[in-house]
């Protein structure tokens, strides 16, 4: 069966798409899954992050770095769909980059990041718009919002969570990430935060995530762990 190919996208910066590309990616390799990140961000961060990890404790993941590719990199990836099971893509935040588009061309799930707040809200508009019309070409292709950096006592991440659970066009996941230190650490050694010591409630969300994003794509049940 080709890869199943997973984008996470918002054309602003800082709601943790980096972050949730791979831990996406992470875990789905810690399960089994042959799985391979593609970085589209020129700066370079999975790639970074996946590098600081030991040679006896690699990334879970792949992480290739195709950035240079722009607006063709749907055709790169696609040399890859037979030799993985997934393939996540991690887009720059930039609005005028062609990458997001050219990924959702051969997505089958799109996840857009959100920090529950009112601008990152107004500003995740554009990266929906962007989804629904690449929904036009790309029929199949699901679109889904995950709450990232979401401090649960705050009334305002609250308030903002239902406000975008209310848009049927605009699904918010079930799951949702915290803010947490371990999200940080764990970039500097080169691991997703099942590798973090005490960082138990941050791999429960993280598994959180898979679990729904493995049952969106129809894939509940499948390989679980090593």
Partial sequence: ?????????????????TTSSMHLAG???LRGFRTMLVDMDEQGTATRWASQAP??????????????????????????????????????PAVHSPAPSSALLISDLAIIPVV???PDLWAAVAAK?????AQVQNETLQIRVLANMVQRRVS????????????????????????????RECQAIGCTVHGIGGAKEAALEVDAVVDEVLELLGMEGAKRGN
Avoid: W
């Fill in 1 to 17: 069966m080709p890869a199943r190919i997973i984008t996470v996208f918002n054309q602003k910066g800082g709601c943790g798409k």
């Fill in 27 to 29: 875990t789905l390799g």
């Fill in 55 to 92: 040679d006896d404790a690699p990334f879970p993941a792949s992480v290739i770095g195709l950035a240079p590719s722009g607006g063709a990199m749907h055709r790169e990836v696609r040399k890859f769909v037979n030799d993985y099971d997934f393939i996540v893509v991690d887009c720059p």
């Fill in 116 to 118: 529950p707040s009112p």
């Fill in 129 to 133: 718009t962007l989804a629904q019309h």
């Fill in 156 to 183: 305002l991440a609250k308030q903002a969570i239902e406000i975008l659970g209310e848009d049927a066009d605009f699904k918010l996941m079930d799951a949702m990430i915290g803010s947490r230190s371990a999200f």
